[in-house]
């Protein structure tokens, strides 16, 4: 089950990664479908994080996406939303995306929420169609 109460957040992820062209789609979550995706809420000052997500393996594999409230209550929404959907690419198989200079490239995918978009970029929309075609 889902718990958390950035909802606004999480169902921001899932929109702006079902976008037109996107193969995946995302199913509702609902008490009648198994769920492959599952958030919680945690609090943990000492961590900078303020989205960890994590794969649980096993014959139902979940991906577990978690937010730090102690770091999500000081954003404000864009950067909130940042955030989930941030993890949410995570979960969807995209790795961190770095550079500087004449290879800098604009990526929700960024580790670094200050220079984050938040929702995927023509880069990650690239780089999710190569993963799953
Ligand atoms: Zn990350």
Redo the contacts with the bound molecule.
């Keep these: 089950m889902s718990s958390t109460k950035y909802k606004a957040e999480y169902a921001h992820a899932n929109r702006a990664w079902s976008y037109p062209g996107a193969r995946i789609r995302i199913a509702p979550d609902t008490a009648t479908t198994v769920n492959d995706l599952n958030y919680e809420d945690f609090s943990d000052p000492r961590s900078s994080a303020a989205?960890v997500?994590s794969r649980r393996p096993g014959p139902a594999a979940t991906d577990l996406i978690r937010f730090n409230k102690t770091r999500m209550d000081t954003y404000d929404g864009a950067t909130r939303r940042m955030v989930a959907a941030?993890?949410f690419?995570?979960a969807l198989g995209l790795c961190?995306k770095s550079g500087s200079g004449p290879n800098v490239v604009s990526s929700v995918?960024w580790?670094d929420v200050a220079r984050s978009p938040d929702a995927p970029t023509d880069v990650d929309k690239a780089n999710l169609k190569k993963l799953w075609g």
Excluded: R
Aim: charged letters at 10%.
């Design positions: 989205g997500w941030h993890e690419g995570h961190h995918m580790p």
